[in-house]
Each structure stands twice: as C-alpha cells, then as structure tokens.
C-alpha cells in the first residue's frame, strides 16, 4: 500500500478512560496531566483532513505516517516528543476467547516498541513531494513475525504516554464523478468494465422491479402472475439488457437446505424470463436467508424478544412447531425472489440484415431522413455490443458534415467512445468539430461538457476550468434538463475540491463542499450516485455526510451491496450505535449479501480490512464468530 493511500485511507478513534498495565521502557500514563491535555487540544484543533497512520510492511517494518509535514512540525516541537506503537495480534480474538468490555482502554493491549524521538523522527524522515511525511520507528519483534497485526499510535513526552489512540480503515480515495454519461437519442451510461477493457455498457429507457411468491418447500411460482405483468407492460416490445434476481428463503430450517432452495427458485425465474428472451445477456443472482424482513416482520409481536438472539438459537426456536405454525403468516411472506430488469425498446430494424442495414442507411442519409438513419445506426450500435458485429463497423456508415446531420455525428461519436474506437481527447476533439455545424446543439454541447471532466481531472488542460463553467451555464438555454446540469455541478465542485484540497485550501474546498450538499437534494440519485458522493464525502471527512445520505436505503432488501457495506464501515466509527436497528439491519443486509466480504471487514486496517481490533466489541464478535468460520 502507497504511504498516501494508507495515510489517506485511515481514520481514528480515541482511547479514553486510561487504565494501565504494567509498560516497557519505562513509560508511564501520563494522560490525564497537563501537558497531554494541552497535547490533545492540540490535536483535536487540527484540520480534520490532516491524518495519522501507522503501517507494517511485509519485511516487518513499522512506519509512522502524516499527510502534513506542517502539522507534524507543529505537534513534535522539541526533542523530548517520540512515537511509540502497540503491536496487536489477531489471536488474542479467537471465537473461543470472551470479548473484554468495548470501554476497556487497558494498556498494552498487545506488545509496545521503543519510542522514535523527534532526532530520529527526523533523521528517518521520508518526505514525499507533497508535503508527507513516512518515517520508520522500528521493526515487528521476531515473536510477532507472520501473525496478523495492527499497530495503535502512542505520542510520548519524555516517558509520559500523553496520546493514544487505534485505527478505523475506511475506503476514503476510491472516488469517482458522478456519472454523467454522454447524450446519443437518450443519455448513454457505460456499466462497468471487462478484463479487456472494452466498456460493456448498455442502452435502456426503463428500469423495472417485480416480487414473485414461492410456497414454503416450493419452487414453483404462480406464472400465470408473470404472463399477465408482462402482458400489461408488453413486454413483446422490449428487449431485456440486464437482469438481477435476489432469491430469498424464509429463516427457518436447515441453511443448507434453504441455500439449495433458493439456487433452484433462481433458476427457475431465470428461465421464465429465458422463454421471452432465450439469450440474456447480463445475469446477476443473489441468494439469501431472509433474515431482514424476519426481524421487521416480528418487531411488533410476541416473538420481538428474538432479535436479541443468534441466528442458530432461532432455528432451533422454529424446531417448535407451535412456534414455527404461530409465525407461519410471517414466514410466507419471506419466501420470494426480488427481479430488476433494465429494458430497451427493440430496434424496428432489428430483423434486418447486416449488409441491408447499410443499404437502408445510405438511403436514409440521401433522403436525409435522419431519425431513419439514426435507428439503422442504433441497431448497428447494439450488433457490436452483442458481438454479432466487429467495432470497426460504424466507419462503413457515412454522413455529411452538415447541420442537418450533426445530431446523426454526435451519436456516432458517443458510440464510438463507449466501444473504445475513441479516446477522450480524441472524442472532445470531433465534438468540437461537430460543435461548429450546429453550436446551439444542447446535446453536443453536453457531450463536450462531460468529457471536459476527464480532461480537467487527467490535468491535460490548466484553462479548462473556467471554460466548463461557463458552458455548463449554458446548457439550460439549449434544452438540457435541469437536473443533467445539476449533476454536471456537482462533479465541476468535486474537482474544484480536489484542486483547493491539493494547495491546502481549505477554506475554498469547504465552499464547494457546501455547495454540492445542497445540490445533491435537488436531484434523483440511485444508489450508485449515492455510494459515490458517500465515497467523496468521506474522502474530505465529512462522514456524517455521508451517513445521512445513504442511511434512508439501509433496511431495504433491495438495495446496492456497496452502499451496505459502506453504511457498515461508516457506522464503525460509532460503538454507541452498534445495538441501534439502523446497524443490526445493516449488518443483517451486508451478511446475506456477500458473508465472505463481511468478515473481511475485520482483517488488519492496514491489510484491507476495517479493523481486527474492532471484534473487541462483543455486538460484532458475536456476527463474526457467527460468520465467519468458514472463512
């Protein structure tokens, strides 16, 4: 891990209420004297983008790490200051051992090194060019070696402990813009990337989300209830791009059973929705034990006091049949398979051939019948993404470059860079030539707004800031809906912050902060929109922020798996809410989602994880151990 990331990638909570031990090196606690209130004053008054770190390296190195050489400066003032760490290992947090009290603050909680004072501080100082500071302060000790280990930072004054605090790793500099897609005849988003990097990205006018009811024991649904849906939206005219079906059980029973339940109730709503579609080209499937609408389901009946057991103790409940026959009405409604479909219009020249499709727009574009053409040339579009076509097949069509045919231009070239025929530069350069046939063209126009970003985010242009300003302003005038240009905002702040926070601007950064909090209430977000403001918020420390924008989705069962576990990993940073139901939904959410990516959550905050020191918490042992044993 770069020393930025790391640095960049960790926040902290404070130890309170000291309670020692015996210490090596003569230290002492010292943390409730003067000179470590004034030190933690200190501390506390820093800008709170200023962060410590503490990494262990492969070799079993240990490095002390700032982001602010100044602040550094400011808080080691004379030679009697030193770093120290606690080295914890995992195995103190087996399964088998009892948790100690989460407001337990005992040192050591594992084994200390000797203090680096500010004289070596310095001498084994590695500055970066940016004004970071990465600085080795000792070496893991050999009876440490190839353990899994965190390390906790301790300030020292002469052998006084004056500041102790542990980790909390949280994925801060992993942001992205919001995505602004570019403009063909709809607005076009590119979904994800494949190992070739070629964009698998798709078209789609509508997003559609449906229950199917199963019967306990049963994979077998009511597909008289699909054919009449289907029948009602017409489903004949619409081709499906993407699929993602979450197939749950209800909680009672055995786990293997219900998986294998599940795995059959999938496949057999895949299959329904193969009869209108044999291919599909995107399939996504989730299997479940439906845990959370279990304890919402109960919250206001007798059996409330459940959710204060594990989920083993509540199976064996349900072996009851009284219990499992009273909870039946309860239990039926669990069993069921969430569908979301993104769908596409089907093309009226889909049934044509490749070498007529060419025939058909060259007549088109004679006739200057451009909505003709631009049909013929969507179709096109759609044979390439299925593979049906090479990439290079859009060059066989022609157009004039002429004002009639600029939209026609523009559409190719938004096809052309989501295939990868183009770069960004390349695309911005014949948009701006599209740009002169028809200047008052919105959609144009937006497409050069949009890739102006990648320019001005890859720095390929210093004067580009004002200029997108100003045509962003623009765009309302040219029949571009308020709230693409509200997203375009958005993301021009989010680079302006990114400018301000690298000249330590930091007043200017808070504007821009400011501003895009109010815009974001303005506009629709889905949950990815929302997992990426999280992200960016979190990046300049407003995770409460970020927690107030993502926590009105914790709880639903549908909702993005990269949302839960952010709202899990904000929600770390506070032990008070850990028995609170907005966190026992989230986990329970996170959980049947990806259990493997749960308990990664408590690998070392320097390996990846949130923090093994957080299974000192019993609330989150307990799902640990409950958990993760397989893993």
């Not at 009876?143 to 102790?164: A, H, M, S």
């Not at 439906?290 to 389901?297: A, E, I, P, Q, S």
């Not at 990269?562 to 008070?576: G, R």
Request: aromatic share 12%; glycine share 4%.
């Amino acid at each position: 891990m770069s020393t930025k990331a790391s640095i960049l990638s960790i926040l902290f909570l404070i130890v309170t209420n000291p309670i020692f031990t015996q210490l090596p090196f003569n230290l002492v606690d010292a943390r409730a004297e003067k000179p470590a209130k004034i030190l933690n004053v200190l501390i506390s008054n820093k800008p709170i983008e200023v962060l410590f770190g503490i990494d262990i390296e492969d070799d079993g190195s240990v490095y002390f790490s700032m982001n602010n050489k100044l602040w550094f400066e400011k808080i080691f003032k004379d030679n009697s200051y030193g770093v120290a760490v606690d080295l914890v290992s995992k195995d103190k947090y087996t399964c088998n051992i009892t948790s100690r009290k989460s407001n337990s603050s005992a040192l050591p909680k594992g084994k200390v090194i000797r203090p680096t004072y500010l004289k070596d501080l310095i001498k084994n100082n590695d500055e970066l060019a940016d004004g970071e500071v990465k600085i080795k302060i000792g070496q893991v000790p050999s009876d440490l070696k190839r353990k899994q280990l965190e390390g906790n930072l301790i300030i020292v004054i002469g052998n006084d402990i004056c500041y102790y605090t542990n980790f909390v790793n949280i994925d801060r500099n992993v942001w992205e813009l919001l995505p602004m897609g570019l403009f063909a005849d709809t607005v076009i988003l590119n979904n994800k990337i494949s190992s070739d990097s070629i964009q698998d990205f798709f078209i789609y006018s509508k997003k559609i989300k449906f229950e199917i009811a199963f019967e306990k024991g049963s994979v077998r649904f009511d597909k008289a209830y699909l054919a009449k849906f289907f029948d009602a939206m017409d489903i004949q005219k619409y081709s499906i791009k993407e699929v993602e079906i979450r197939a749950y059980s209800s909680v009672d029973g055995s786990e293997k059973v219900n998986k294998g339940l599940m795995d059959k109730r999938a496949s057999m709503v895949l299959d329904a929705l193969k009869k209108d579609q044999p291919k599909l080209p995107r399939v996504k499937i989730i299997t479940a034990e439906n845990w959370l609408d279990f304890f919402k389901d109960i919250e206001d009946t007798g059996f409330s006091n459940f959710k204060e057991l594990s989920k083993l103790e509540i199976k064996q409940k349900l072996t009851d049949k009284s219990i499992l026959n009273t909870l039946e009405p309860i239990l039926s409604k669990e069993r069921k398979a969430i569908v979301e479909m993104y769908i596409e219009t089907k093309s009226p020249v889909a049934s044509k051939s490749d070498n007529q499709l060419l025939a058909d727009f060259k007549t088109a574009v004679s006739n200057k019948k451009t909505t003709k053409a631009a049909e013929i040339q969507k179709e096109i579009l759609s044979r390439i993404m299925d593979n049906k076509l090479p990439i290079n097949y859009l060059d066989k069509t022609e157009v004039p470059k002429t004002k009639a045919f600029s939209t026609l231009l523009s559409d190719r070239e938004v096809y052309k860079y989501f295939l990868k025929s183009t770069t960004e530069y390349e695309a911005l350069v014949h948009f701006l030539e599209i740009q002169k046939l028809d200047p008052q063209n919105g959609k144009i126009n937006y497409n050069i707004c949009a890739l102006r970003f990648f320019m001005w985010k890859n720095g390929e242009d210093s004067t580009i800031q004002e200029i997108l300003l100003k045509e962003i302003l623009e765009l309302p005038g040219q029949n571009i809906d308020n709230a693409l240009v509200k997203r375009l905002l958005i993301n021009y702040n989010i680079l302006k912050c990114e400018e301000d926070m690298a000249q330590f601007n930091y007043e200017d950064k808070d504007t821009s902060l400011y501003y895009i909090r109010t815009l974001y209430y303005e506009i629709a977000l889905n949950d990815e929109d929302i997992f990426s403001l999280a992200k960016y918020f979190t990046y300049y420390s407003h995770a409460d922020w970020a927690e107030e924008i993502v926590q009105p989705r914790i709880g639903q069962i549908d909702v993005n798996e990269d949302l839960v576990f952010y709202y899990v990993n904000l929600q770390f940073y506070h032990p008070d809410n850990y028995k609170s139901k907005n966190f026992k939904s989230s986990i329970l959410n996170a959980i049947n989602l990806n259990p493997k990516r749960f308990c990664n959550f408590f690998l070392p905050n320097d390996k990846g994880g949130a923090g093994m020191q957080l299974l000192d918490y019993p609330e989150l042992k307990e799902k640990y151990c409950e958990t993760c044993t397989p893993y």
